[in-house]
């Protein structure tokens, strides 16, 4: 297995797919990179050689990817946090972020249903 960014990237699967287990890269980005250093995108990950990995590895460090980007979205959340903006006050409580309706769905964000007592009549 090939490890790109601290990721052990799938052998089996083509290159272009196996990018995007890599936090930050979709499919998009993964053909630009792979466009950039001319590697086939119909390649195996298992089968590319030395020197193919080490240019996907230097165009790939050109991208803030994994640790950086995720620490970059969590204090981005923990500032809109901080300023009490309605983004933030909504990551407080647990509650969809975006406008979503919340009456009647939103379990992801929610969790399991609460019991209300005597709703029985």
Do not use: F, W
Not at 84 to 105: D, I, M
Request: net charge positive; no cysteine; glycine share 8%.
């Amino acid at each position: 297995m090939a490890r790109i960014k601290g990721v052990d990237i799938p052998n089996n699967k083509r290159i272009e797919i196996a990018l995007t287990y890599i936090y930050g890269i979709g499919r998009s980005l993964s053909n630009k990179i792979l466009d950039s250093v001319n590697v086939d995108k119909d390649k195996r990950a298992g089968d590319l050689s030395n020197d193919e990995l080490n240019l996907i590895r230097d165009e790939v460090n050109k991208y803030t990817t994994e640790g950086d980007l995720r620490r970059e979205v969590n204090m981005n959340i923990k500032t809109k946090m901080e300023i009490n903006s309605y983004q933030g006050t909504r990551h407080k409580k647990g509650l969809p972020v975006r406008g979503q309706r919340t009456n009647r769905n939103a379990r992801t964000r929610k969790g399991k249903g609460k019991v209300v007592a005597n709703k029985k009549k």
